[in-house]
């Protein structure tokens, strides 16, 4: 994960009048979300990057947050995990 957060960093990090440059999420051809470089820090905030980290978590170790199945977890969660796999899958193609 912090290797990701520090590539996305480092890219929003756009010279000076290059605000309004284009940052393709996904496959330029097929993008998932279009976003000027001055925007980006708008969208890859905390709140991003620690629902990032439950599902990343989940994904590399195949566990849920908390014990049990699917039906235990709250909904929140279920949500939030099923969004970034969607996500995901959408860039992977």
């Known amino acids: 994960m912090l290797g990701l957060r520090l590539v996305a960093e480092r890219r929003t990090k756009c010279a000076p009048g290059r605000e309004d440059s284009l940052f393709y999420l996904g496959n330029v051809k097929n ?6 470089y001055g925007d980006i820090p708008n969208y890859l905030d905390d709140s991003f990057w620690s629902g990032y980290a439950i599902w990343d978590n989940t994904r590399h170790t195949g566990m849920m947050p908390f014990n049990r199945g699917w039906a235990e977890q709250p909904q929140y969660l279920v949500d939030l995990i099923t969004a970034y796999q969607s996500a995901y899958e959408g860039i992977r193609g």
Do not use: D, E, H, S
Request: charged residues 15%; aromatic residues 0%; proline residues 17%.
């Open 31 to 36: 993008p998932v979300a279009v976003l000027k």
